[in-house]
Nanobody, 113 residues
Framework: QVQLVESGGGLVQPGGSLRLSCVAS????????MAWYRQAPGKRRELVAL?????TINYADSVLGRFTISRANATVYLQMNSLKSEDTAVYYC?????????WGLGTRVTVSS
């Protein structure tokens, strides 16, 4: 199993930037992908960005060109630029391995003037 702790959320004005971090602990060597999801009020949780051990990266169309996912050892980052009000959500870190699919508790991002 893997435990995940997110940080970096907060209140930011439209057009601003935030950097989210997620630190994994536990069976990190059995992870083969880490990802960021988000869930806005009244909406379903959706994939924002994913990065695999092999370096494959995927983004949701809505964040392409504005968000960047990266990973350094047991930490995955989400650099969010040009934030919009529709990016407001709770952002969750996810880690997937051969026999587990772990989630963090989430960090709230609010984009508002």
């Amino acid at each position: 199993q893997v435990q995940l702790v997110e940080s970096g959320g907060g209140l930011v004005q439209p057009g601003g930037s935030l950097r989210l971090s997620c630190v994994a602990s536990g069976s990190i060597f059995s992870m083969w992908a880490m990802a960021w999801y988000r869930q806005a009020p009244g909406k379903r949780r959706e994939l924002v960005a994913l990065i695999t051990d092999g370096g494959t990266i995927n983004y949701a169309d809505s964040v392409l060109g504005r968000f960047t996912i990266s990973r350094a050892n047991a930490t995955v980052y989400l650099q969010m630029n040009s934030l919009k009000s529709e990016d407001t959500a709770v952002y969750y870190c996810n880690a997937e391995g051969d026999d587990f699919n772990s989630w963090g508790l989430g960090t709230r991002v609010t984009v508002s003037s």
